[in-house]
């Protein structure tokens, strides 16, 4: 992808965008928002804001980048002017910001896979003080996320179309086949009904507006929208991909691995007799038990297995977290690419640095009294993604409806959709996008604030 260039094939980018849209966000994060918010309940708004607000969203992020041919600053600046460009740098600065947090989960998945591997993680009397421990632990911290993001900065430096391209194409089945065996075997486990139950009948009495906004926020985290990642991936298409049924096999691929993983996760969490409601350390505590009940060297294999695979997860999405400022100095700066990604990669790890010391190794990071008592980690994850993604759509919706205007978006479109234009599918889209969108979203942000 280096200096403009593009992905290889349609396939390409399908697997690039939904190997940023697959990650943590899928396995590790909508797992405890599930827990936290009412179970079936959230999973059901989840999929209805998926569906109805950021697929919408996602053709157009993938539109305008891909008919401006910039980075996320410059493809709103050259079709809306200067001033439209600052919603691609807030874009970029959401990204910066969620990757300095991203990172930091990413070192435990990747220290997890270490620990289960080559050490005796399994061996451990309560994986829940485990995982306490292990995150207050600030050198395996610094030690892993610091590999994290080397990895990812070199692959950047790479480009994404020959090695990032070509290991996901493998890696994402092997996901899915590896979530699919744990899920068959976590169903036999006394009490996994229950678990089923929490996940799959929806409860009305837990509907408020705490359970829609996180999903909401949750369904942008997830699809990588809001933040001009896709705006980014746009464009390094070309003008006869079919944006729409791209977009569709995107949301489809990101929906079902985190559908899986909620599949996985609960039957576990209540056969252990865990609370679904222990937040970001669910699935580093459920886990682990499963593994052990494997017996020592089928669960060090499984184990190790499943958080390899979670890393390349996790790498795909730190890809194209990085990618966004790198495109964005690349293209307006006119700086090395080189410099640019070592420069950057260096930056964000020391932004990240006060949301890894705020899981216990530095107290005033950890528990801000004037932030509920959450942590560092919590507030930035909860300021540049939950709050500030939709608004990113929301921005971009106002931009569509406003500036670049509905029949643009649908000349863009029908390039590699020839019978787009009167169809169904345009309706839907553009009332989406330039009616309800920016009313719903703005009215939830007004709501939030
Ligand atoms: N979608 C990623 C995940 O679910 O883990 C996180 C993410 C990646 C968010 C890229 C935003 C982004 F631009």
Request: net charge neutral; with cysteine; charged share 10%.
């Amino acid at each position: 992808m280096a200096n403009r260039g593009g992905f290889s094939s349609r396939i390409g980018f399908i697997v690039a965008a939904a190997g940023s849209a697959v990650g943590l966000g899928n396995i590790w994060k909508f797992p405890y928002e599930v827990g936290q918010n009412g179970g079936a309940m959230f999973l059901l708004v989840y999929l209805l804001c998926t569906f109805i607000i950021c697929f919408p969203i996602m053709v157009g992020e993938i539109a305008i980048g891909r008919h401006a041919k910039r980075d996320a600053y410059g493809s709103y600046a050259t079709i809306g002017g200067k001033k439209w460009g600052y919603i691609g740098l807030f874009g970029i600065l959401c990204g910066i910001m969620i990757l300095s947090f991203y990172n930091v989960v990413a070192g435990w998945a990747f220290g997890y896979f270490i620990e289960i591997s080559f050490s005796n993680l399994l061996a451990e009397t309560s994986f829940s003080e485990f995982f306490g421990r292990y995150t207050a632990d600030f050198g395996d911290n610094l030690i892993f996320s610091v590999c994290f993001m080397i990895i990812t900065a070199f692959i950047v430096v790479k480009g994404v179309s020959g090695g990032i391209e070509r290991a996901s194409k493998i890696l994402m089945p092997m996901l899915y086949v590896i979530l699919i065996g744990l899920i068959i075997y976590s169903l036999t486990l006394e009490n996994a009904m229950d678990g089923i139950r929490f996940y799959l009948l929806p409860d009305i009495t837990k509907l408020n507006a705490e359970t829609i906004y996180s999903a909401l926020g949750q369904a942008f985290f997830s699809l990588s929208l809001g933040m001009g990642a896709l705006v980014t991936y746009g464009s390094y298409i070309d003008k006869n991909q079919n944006i729409v049924g791209s977009a569709a096999m995107i949301s489809i691929m990101d929906v079902s691995v985190a559908f899986l993983a909620g599949l996985l996760i609960f039957p576990l969490v209540f056969s252990q007799g865990q609370t679904p409601s222990e937040g970001p350390g669910l699935v580093f505590v459920a886990l682990p038990g499963v593994f052990n009940a494997m017996g020592p060297l089928v669960g060090r294999i499984v184990g190790g297995g499943f958080f390899l695979l979670l890393c390349f997860a996790a790498l795909t999405s730190t890809i194209s977290l990085l990618e966004v400022p790198v495109a964005y100095l690349v293209d307006e700066k006119k700086l090395p690419r080189k410099a640019v990604v070592w420069g950057l990669a260096a930056f964000i790890f020391v932004v990240g640095l006060p949301s890894m010391l705020s899981q216990g190794a530095v107290r005033a990071f950890s528990s801000m009294s004037w932030y509920g008592d959450k942590s560092f980690l919590d507030f930035v994850s909860e300021v540049f993604s939950d709050i500030s993604l939709p608004l990113g759509g929301c921005l971009m919706s106002i931009f569509i409806a406003v500036r670049w205007k509905k029949h643009n978006l649908s000349e863009e479109i029908s390039h590699g959709f020839p019978n787009y234009k009167g169809s169904i599918h345009e309706k839907i889209i553009n009332t989406m996008i330039t009616v309800i969108s920016p009313v719903l979203l703005g009215f939830m942000f007004i709501n939030t604030v």
